[in-house]
């Protein structure tokens, strides 16, 4: 009998992917009771301010050098993470220790502690230590199809998570970070075409416009490999009140954040969509999802499992 209290434990690159990929649904699983744990692989060191507003006059940036901006930034962020993640519910934010690669061209990418220089067995080492003292059943991390945005800390996140997820439950593997735990299912988080196209329409209803352009209305979508929606139409604020708490990198008045407040994008889109990449306790049939029939649950074949005797 698998007595453990269930666990959803969720991978994000920077401080502030917590907020604005899937926030509204691990708060209604904390809200539930479930566990909830964040691992941050980097502190977001390469960040820039992204808040015009915290330059104006009595604003802390206000006529700060490029050396003092970047100097308040990471004395910041580790701040705003903990703001986040209190507001959505985490009940605890682990950090992976590495420094943010920035992007491909750039100084930072070859910097020696920077997560895409790790070696991949010691990075994913330091997850399945985490996962083994942490026990989660379901673990949702970034997908193998990235085109929207090629950050190397992004595609690193994708990278560890899979050889995690195996190695956990592995004695051979890391046996000096703790008794092996195998979670049960990986879920990738996604952007469902679906979502983009109701909010487009959301913002030209309610605002006259919307800030998505062409180009993002002709990408091609990853619909057909949704295996899972959840519904979270009443935990929006924990996506608009976590964005809000990385004041360094969201702009408040961005409508590309917040174009739509809560009610309206709980009428436009009230869901969030996974995809499931790897279950020990079965996945919808390719019958029930071509007909629409998608799982509602991440712990779907997981909870009967935790309370059978
Ligand atoms: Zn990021």
Not at 45 to 66: A, C, I, K, V, W
Request: hydrophobic share 35%; proline share 7%.
């Amino acid at each position: 009998m698998d007595a453990s209290p269930l666990c959803l434990l969720t991978v994000h690159a920077h401080p502030d992917d917590e907020a604005s990929k899937g926030a509204p649904t691990l708060a209604k699983y904390h809200a539930e009771g479930v566990r909830t744990v964040l691992v941050c692989c980097t502190g977001g060191e390469e960040g820039d301010l992204q808040n015009p507003s915290l330059r104006e006059p009595g604003q802390p940036f206000h006529g700060l050098t490029p050396e003092q901006d970047k100097a308040l930034l990471a004395e910041l962020r580790p701040h705003e993470l903990a703001r986040s993640a209190e507001i959505i519910g985490f009940d605890v934010v682990e950090m992976l220790g590495y420094r943010d690669s920035g992007m491909p061209d750039s100084e930072s990418n070859q910097h020696p502690d920077c997560f895409h220089m790790a070696p991949l067995d010691e990075a994913v080492g330091r997850l399945v230590a985490i996962i083994r003292r942490e026990r989660p059943q379901v673990i949702i991390t970034y997908g193998d199809d990235q085109r929207g945005y090629l950050h190397p800390d992004h595609l690193r996140v994708h990278d560890i998570s899979g050889p995690a997820f195996e190695r956990a439950g592995e004695a051979a593997w890391y046996p000096e970070l703790g008794e092996p735990w195998q979670p049960q299912k990986l879920y990738y988080s996604m952007w469902s075409k679906a979502r983009l196209l109701a909010v487009h329409e959301g913002m030209i209803k309610h605002r006259g416009e919307s800030p998505y352009e062409q180009d993002w209305l002709d990408r091609a979508g990853q619909d057909h490999r949704i295996t899972t929606r959840i519904q979270v139409g009443d935990f929006l604020w924990a996506r608009s009140g976590s964005l809000r708490a990385h004041a360094t990198q969201v702009d408040p008045n961005e409508p590309w954040w917040f174009g739509l407040d809560d009610q309206q994008l709980a009428d436009v889109y009230p869901w969030e969509d996974w995809i499931l990449a790897r279950s020990l306790v079965g996945e919808p049939s390719a019958e029930a999802i071509a007909a629409g029939e998608l799982e509602s649950d991440l712990f779907a074949g997981v909870r009967s499992a935790a309370v059978t005797p």
